[in-house]
């Protein structure tokens, strides 16, 4: 079951912050966040196991409400190195993940 | 830093022919995946691997796609008869524990169906 994220694309300018939404229809295990460049392999940011949990490194940061089987993740006064597109990968209980359609973040000098 | 190796970084084929895309996982993981990624759009998973079979894979994959894993280290994907449609990025991951798997993923293999 592919989770859903919104939204599908986003522009921002240089220092301006941004939230990426990723949501379930079936209960969730974990939440991983990966950011992909153009031409490149999707990268790993973070992994959320617990309800309610909230983790983060550097500006950016996630939130996993396990009852809501919701996650946001939040990127705060952006960069241009933030650019990309980030995709959330859900685990429903003993089932291996899947990535959600992506969202395209474009930050702008 | 360990990392996921995979061959070829591209390859070209006619409609219709077998292609065998390989994988290096990092040694001590024990899952390993293959997704896809056609230009553009999302990543599809495709097949985990998991003590030397097959624990998960998606609705397309038995229509075209066969996973080995022939020694120790090599884990392959067979796409056979191949058709333009299965023009994509193909990407291998591999990850320590199910659910809470942290994915390491290869650079991929890009395939062009002519």
Partial sequence: QQPVQSPQAVILREGEDAVINCSSSKALYSVHWYRQKHGEAPVFLMILLKGGEQKGHDKISASFNEKKQQSSLYLTASQLSYSGTYFCGTAIYGQNFVFGPGTRLSVLP | EPEVTQTPSHQVTQMGQEVILRCVPIS?????????????????????????EISEKSEIFDDQFSVERPDGSNFTLKIRSTKLEDSAMYFCASGGAAGANVLTFGAGSRLTVL
Avoid at chain 2, 33 to 39: D, P, S, T
């Fill in chain 2, 28 to 52: 001590n993981h024990l899952y390993f995946y293959w997704y896809r990624q056609i230009l553009g759009q999302k990543v599809e998973f495709l097949v985990s691997f998991y003590n030397n």
